[in-house]
């Protein structure tokens, strides 16, 4: 069975600081997700990591994944207040597209 | 990116009572759907894989009878709540699958049941 692990849960950081968050899955993927979710709404879309050493940038968040460690980290750089937000990664299951998410990491950016 | 809508965005209904959430992809076609349910605070948890003009695949644990799946077409899939119940609350989300590797969420459906 396949599961998906995320850390921290909750992140508190201050504006302008780096930070990583993990995921670490159980099977073998050769594909992850990661989205971004805002107070009641649904999942915005982040990145796409499709291969081994995939490494996707947008703004201040890089996205990377090894799948030979079975780990993705999401990077933050220099963050910022609009980055508050809950961030999932996510990981087919068995080949297919159903996805298995991970619980979540709650990032709040204080000024 | 393509675009998946969900109607109704809230419904407070009745206990006992059932409901119908749509899913539609606008600007595609899609064979899979998805429906997930998440609970405050929780993540995503599968509930079921909608195919096109066949029976829906439901995860273990969730009940078929209760969460009525059809998908009707290549751009629309319905989710009833059957005889819904208070801990049947819950934000409801589709997904379509544009390809394999790309799938579309849907804006979410939140579900409060009395």
């Known amino acids: 069975e396949l599961k998906v692990e995320q850390n921290p849960l909750f992140l508190s950081m201050q504006e302008g600081k780096n930070y990583t968050i993990y995921c670490n899955y159980s099977?073998?993927?050769?594909?992850l997700y990661w989205y971004r979710q805002d107070p009641g709404k649904s999942l915005e879309s982040l990145f796409v990591?499709?291969?081994?050493?995939a490494v996707k940038q947008e703004g201040r968040l890089m996205a990377s994944l090894d799948t030979k460690a079975r780990l993705s980290t999401l990077h933050i750089t220099a963050a910022v207040h609009d980055l508050s937000a809950t961030y999932f990664c996510?990981?087919?299951?068995?080949?297919?597209?159903?996805?298995?998410f991970g619980k979540g990491t709650k990032l709040t950016v204080n000024p | 990116g393509a675009v998946v809508s969900q109607h109704p965005s809230r419904v407070i209904c009745k206990s006992g009572t059932s409901v119908k959430i749509e899913c539609r992809s606008l600007?595609?076609?899609?064979?899979?759907m998805f429906w997930y349910r998440q609970f405050p605070k929780q993540s995503l948890m599968l509930m079921a894989t909608?195919?096109?003009?066949?029976?829906?695949?439901?995860e273990q644990g969730v009940e078929k009878d209760k969460f009525l799946i059809n998908h009707a077409s290549l751009t629309l899939s319905t989710l009833t709540v059957t005889s819904a119940h208070p801990e049947d609350s819950s934000f409801y989300i589709c997904?379509?699958?544009?390809?394999?590797?790309?799938?579309?969420f849907g804006p979410g459906t939140r579900l409060t049941v009395l």
């Open positions: 600007d595609f076609q899609a064979t899979t």
């Open positions: 996510a990981v087919p299951q068995g080949g297919s597209e159903k996805l298995v």
């Open positions: 997904s379509a699958s544009k390809s394999a590797d790309t799938q579309y």
């Open positions: 990591l499709l291969s081994n050493g």
């Open positions: 909608s195919n096109e003009g066949s029976k829906a695949t439901y």
């Open positions: 099977t073998t993927s050769d594909r």
